[in-house]
């Protein structure tokens, strides 16, 4: 027997299949929403489809941006010879908000995983080897997460890039095994990043 109506299931259904939410607070969301004011609730909606919608990776850097080119890449003040290879846009937000990194990002949107069947043709690494082969780049950071998929990346990469004669670096190992950058506070971030050893 169902507890709910149908249109109170698919919702919580819709809910707790986005990560990170089970079903009990899948449950405690949609009471919520049915009871919010009904322009608060096209509110959220019009937001999430708007994003879907008008949100795209930046040209250069694969980051995800409502232009063409992010403003990190369309700011000429920042050092463009410098790139930081990240896992995702949430990574490099963690750096932007240190405030002392002055170079560019490139979002890969991934690791290597053999495990999950996720390749090299899988993330934005094409796209980061035709950007250096473009671009005067002196250095790249690797400044994907310790975890095993992200050294297995971090090793692809180098191995990628330093037949160029590009200096390749890795973030210091300061970053607990499996961290997600995003959790760690800003201290560890510029610690891993002024620590980096050349690859
Ligand atoms: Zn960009």
């Known amino acids: 027997m169902d507890l709910y109506s149908g249109h109170i299931n698919r919702l919580i259904d819709e809910l707790a299949a986005l990560p990170g939410i089970g079903g009990k607070s899948a449950q405690r969301l949609a009471f919520y929403i049915i009871n919010m004011p009904k322009d608060r609730v096209e509110r959220l909606t019009k937001s999430i489809s708007n994003a879907r919608e008008n949100v795209h990776y930046c040209k250069k850097c694969c980051t995800l941006t409502d232009d063409e080119i992010c403003p990190i890449c369309a700011n000429e003040k920042r050092d463009h010879k410098t790139i930081m290879v990240v896992e995702n846009t949430r990574d490099l937000a963690a750096y932007e908000k240190t405030g002392k990194y002055?170079?560019?990002?490139?979002?890969?949107?991934?690791?290597?995983?053999?495990?999950?069947?996720?390749?090299?043709?899988?993330?934005?690494?094409?796209?980061?080897?035709?950007?250096?082969s473009e671009e005067n780049t002196e250095e790249v950071i690797i400044a994907t997460g310790s975890s095993l998929e992200g050294e297995t990346t971090a090793m692809y990469i180098s191995k990628l890039i330093k037949p160029t004669g590009i200096k390749v670096t890795r973030i210091a190992s300061g970053?607990?095994?499996g961290g997600d950058l995003e959790y760690i506070d800003e201290?560890?971030?510029?610690?891993?990043?002024e620590g980096r050893t050349e690859l």
Request: charged content about 15%; overall charge positive; hydrophobic content about 50%.
């Open 102 to 132: 002055e170079g560019i990002y490139h979002v890969l949107h991934g690791t290597i995983s053999p495990m999950l069947g996720v390749g090299p043709g899988d993330i934005k690494l094409a796209e980061l080897v035709k950007r250096i």
């Open 175 to 177: 970053i607990p095994v």
């Open 187 to 193: 201290v560890t971030l510029l610690r891993a990043l």
